[in-house]
């Protein structure tokens, strides 16, 4: 039964006498009511959402069993007419069914040796029990959680919320310890928010209950059990608490959206943004997003969207067609904060400030007397005059934070800059129009380290401008105009021709080549805004006391040696060799290690290499076999092993591949990752045969899993070319699963894996991927987003271009002829018998077969020539490993060992390489 309404309102009105019509409600009435109406039968069909809070009511009472309005219907009363057909999107009761499990189920991977603590039942005052109750009863009958008999457990509570409710929550933090973390990347906003610089139109969508649209991974369910008072239960969906869940689902929503993504969607977790430049445009953009909401089986609240305006709050931004600006609710927030009394409320304003620091001029070096309490770590704060007025500065700053414009890449940028003794800052403007001020892109400034306080003023300077040009070369790299550097020293106009340049200078200069830019000398007087970043808190001149410098003849002074008495002792008990020359000293045999450690090992010296050692003992001291044992003694020496870089050729002569005896019996794979998408793709498996050097090269969306690749291969090849004998990969988890090798096990195929940090052993498909990004990076666009449509003419270049190590093309070797390059020469030819087809072949493939054992031995010649043999080590044997590979425990790569001892395993590896057990 339809409810008649009743709209009520208090209205001023005017009084027309010309008028035959009662009333005349004008434009600003019909705005601000905005009722749909059916001018076909001259009825309004719906009112909005502010006429049905404070205008509509019933002109009778409807009986409560006569009409069953639905949340849902309730909750899109003003969705826009464009998309009333697409309601589901928002629907209510969808949201709270039980998703369905996908790929991106959250999967609650443990570290090894690890099982989910068990936690402890916290105790609820007697409105947490109702609450409980409630909750479980509601996410029960929801299906999100169920009983559960897992070993696992959390604790559950409450905490309120700032409108006095209770807000549940799981004591996750022992689970997420041993969680192994997922590392996926979140939006970096300030950029996404770069690309808004020419949308007119903004839509704002929030997803309802968006972590609870994920489910857990099946069989996982049991690690997110809880207990409560009234019993123990586990999640099906994914709750909030659990470590990875952001990544996770912004994962899954990224995969969403992925060709919508920095075009027309701004997508963080659950917070979505549709931007376009018209308004038919955004239409469009606005239905295809909600359309794959539906599809995903994602759910919208009707009732924090907002649908076609020109400006909007996101994510704490204020976003409109003329830049990007503060959220004015955050900015009375900071103007509101009290001064902090704790070290914990002092980082907590430091933390929500630095999220508004692109707006701030000036922002660190303001806060520096506050980052200052910080470091000192007292848990009382101590306030000064300094640290009070750095906080009220900033607050000010907050108040009077202008608009960022939105960077246009059509125009040109200027750059000002300025540096002080104490800080570098920077501004990176435009101008709207020739006639227009400068209006700020964006601010940057830093405090400068200790060792930059010391530069020069002119490589102070200098340092600025590198520091900006590195924070906005995405805008500067490569743009359309020259951009102008704006500075107040005059010397940096003359940087690109001066002919001497100091090692700063020289080593930045190299960088500064990167871009088109002109330097223009403004007097400081002018440049009072850059100025300003550098210099807002001067510190005061601290005198450098002058440090006391020991005299140089006691720095390289002899060493006295306790030796030297021992020396003495045997020169009074023994007579001296008469070889030996009177202005040295001879040591007897038993001191002569003691005399090399001495001069080689000791700190003055610094462990020269053996003819630098040589010259500083025949300086002073004569044996027979000095020059002997001084080299022996240095090649033993672990100090020396350790931290040197060894001289020697590489150890291991070179050992080729087996050559095989036919086509597509042995073959190589690797996977060429991270391409620009095109026509969907972004990832290139490339296979590659070793007898004839033909190539398969197979377009492919992302990385496959291992059951994936194996059923290309047979798509690609096998069916093709019939089953290998062996298959050669790197290390990638594709290759080392057990479903890879088992897979190939049960069709009797070999599978050879590279060894660790050595592609070398797959040299053939790695020297096949760089061919191919050469070929690529010839013939793709500017945007690099069509290098698939050219995939198939480089397998087609790859395999007609003549080999050396065959002498024939990969096409001549595998199919007995060579097809003809484009456009068609030649009259067709008729089609030899099959006994002469495989004669021929044979032939083929003998040639083949002799001119690989050729290039192995040629290849094998040219390596071994820069190579040495290598050492044949004993089972049990203590060897030195590199650790250029290796991740140490130190804290500085450059003062790490190079090589460490450890023991070797009982096992033999192969001829150049030996399986080692390190001690951990």
């Not at 969705?79 to 629907?91: F, G, I, K, N, V």
């Not at 069914?97 to 991977?109: M, V």
């Not at 003849?553 to 009074?572: G, K, N, S």
């Not at 296979?687 to 050097?693: E, G, L, M, Q, T």
Request: hydrophobic letters at 35%; one cysteine or more.
């Amino acid at each position: 039964m339809a409810a008649e309404l009743l709209h009520k309102e208090r209205i001023q009105f005017y009084i027309l006498p010309t008028s035959h019509t009662p009333v005349i409600l004008g434009l600003p009435w019909l705005r601000l009511h905005n009722p749909q109406i059916s001018w076909r039968e001259g009825q309004v069909v719906k009112w909005s959402t502010h006429c049905q809070q404070n205008c509509l009511s019933l002109v009778k009472p409807i009986p409560v069993c006569s009409v069953s309005l639905s949340p849902a219907r309730e909750s899109i009363l003003d969705l826009p007419e464009e998309y009333a057909d697409l309601t589901e999107a928002y629907s209510k009761e969808q949201a709270n069914t039980l998703p369905p499990h996908r790929k991106y189920d959250r999967a609650i991977d443990l570290l090894p040796g690890h099982s989910p603590p068990k936690g402890r039942i916290f105790p609820l005052s007697q409105p947490e029990s109702e609450a409980m109750k409630d909750y479980i009863n509601e996410e029960l009958q929801k299906g999100f959680i169920r009983p559960s008999t897992s070993p696992a457990s959390s604790g559950f509570f409450f905490v309120k919320k700032k409108d006095g409710g209770l807000r549940p929550c799981i004591d996750y933090r022992g689970l997420n310890e041993m969680t192994v973390k997922f590392r996926y990347p979140l939006p970096l906003v300030p950029s996404a928010l770069e690309q808004l610089r020419t949308a007119q139109y903004y839509t704002k969508l929030d997803l309802r209950c968006a972590y609870n649209l994920i489910r857990i991974r099946e069989g996982d369910e049991w690690k997110t059990a809880f207990s409560t008072t009234t019993g123990h239960y586990e999640y099906l969906v994914m709750p909030f608490g659990l470590v990875n869940s952001p990544s996770v689902f912004q994962s899954f929503i990224n995969e969403v959206f992925r060709d919508m993504l920095n075009i027309s969607v701004i997508v963080y977790i659950d917070d979505i943004l549709i931007y376009s430049n018209t308004l038919p445009e955004h239409i469009q953009h606005v239905r295809a997003v909600l359309h794959r909401l539906i599809k995903s089986q994602l759910y919208t609240k009707a009732e924090k969207c907002e649908f076609h305006t020109t400006s909007t709050t996101f994510l704490g931004y204020i976003i409109s067609p003329g830049g990007v600006a503060m959220d004015e609710k955050k900015v009375n927030a900071v103007l509101k904060w009290p001064e902090p009394t704790t070290l914990k409320e002092l980082q907590r304003f430091l933390g929500f400030a630095n999220f508004y620091r692109r707006f701030i001029r000036n922002f660190s070096t303001v806060v520096a007397p506050l980052t200052s309490m910080v470091k000192r770590g007292t848990h009382r704060l101590q306030w000064s005059e300094p640290t009070h007025n750095a906080f009220q500065t900033l607050k000010q700053r907050f108040s009077n934070a202008p608009i960022l414009c939105h960077p246009d890449p059509s125009l040109p940028f200027i750059v000002k800059v300025d540096a002080s003794n104490t800080g570098i800052g920077a501004i990176l403007s435009q101008r709207p129009d020739p006639t227009a001020k400068l209006h700020p892109c964006a601010f940057y400034s830093r405090k400068l380290n200790s060792a930059e306080r010391n530069y020069s003023v002119g490589d102070r300077e200098l340092l600025t401008m590198k520091a900006a040009f590195e924070e906005w070369r995405h805008w500067l790299e490569g743009a359309t105009h020259p951009f102008t550097v704006l500075t107040d020293h005059k010397n940096l106009e003359y940087l690109r021709t001066a002919k001497r340049l100091n090692p700063h200078q020289a080593r930045w200069s190299l960088f500064f080549t990167r871009f088109d830019f002109s330097v223009t000398y403004r007097p400081g007087s002018k440049n009072t805004k850059a100025d300003a970043l550098s210099r807002q808190f001067e510190e005061e001149d601290i005198p450098i006391d002058p440090e006391p410098i020991l005299p140089f003849h006691v720095v390289v002074a002899p060493i006295q040696w306790d030796i030297m008495t021992l020396l003495q002792q045997y020169r009074e008990r023994n007579e001296t060799p008469v070889a030996c020359p009177v202005d040295r000293i001879f040591v007897p045999e038993h001191l002569r290690d003691q005399v090399i450690s001495q001069v080689h090992c000791h700190p003055s010296s610094g462990h020269p290499g053996i003819t630098a050692t040589i010259n500083q003992l025949e300086n002073r001291f004569w044996w027979e076999s000095l020059h002997k044992d001084t080299a022996n003694y240095i090649q033993q020496c672990n100090n020396c092993i350790i931290n040197k870089s060894s001289k020697q050729s590489p150890a291991g002569l070179l050992q080729p591949l087996p050559i095989p005896q036919r086509p597509w019996s042995h073959i190589a794979i690797d996977f060429i990752t991270d391409l620009p998408n095109s026509q969907s793709h972004t990832t290139i498996l490339t296979i590659i045969d070793r007898f004839s050097k033909a190539c398969r090269l197979i377009p492919l969306p992302k990385l496959p899993t291992a059951l994936q690749t194996a059923e290309h291969l047979c798509n690609w090849v096998f069916r093709l070319y019939g089953l290998p004998e062996d298959i050669v990969s790197d290390r990638g988890p594709q290759f080392t699963s057990q479903l890879w090798s088992a897979f190939f096990k049960a069709l009797n195929v070999n599978v050879s894996l590279t060894s660790g940090y050595h592609p070398q052993a797959n040299g053939q498909v790695e020297r096949l991927n760089q061919e191919l990004n050469r070929f690529l990076r010839t013939y793709c666009n500017q945007n690099q987003d069509d290098w698939a449509r050219y995939l198939l003419w480089a397998e087609y270049a790859q395999n007609s271009l003549l080999k050396p190590s065959t002498g024939l093309t990969p096409f001549k070797c595998v199919l007995g002829f060579q097809p003809p390059m484009f456009p068609w020469s030649g009259d067709p030819t008729d089609v030899p018998a099959v006994n002469d087809w495989m004669a021929r072949s044979e032939e083929v493939w003998n040639r083949a077969h002799v001119h690989l054992q050729h290039a192995v031995r040629r290849q094998k010649e040219q390596a071994d020539h820069r190579r040495r043999p290598g050492p044949n080590y004993q089972p049990g044997q203590w060897v030195w490993l590199s650790t250029r590979d290796l991740r140490l425990r130190l804290p500085c790569r450059k003062l790490s060992p190079s090589p460490l001892l450890v023991p070797e395993t009982r096992e033999r590896g192969g001829p150049v390489h030996r399986p080692l057990n390190p001690s951990p």
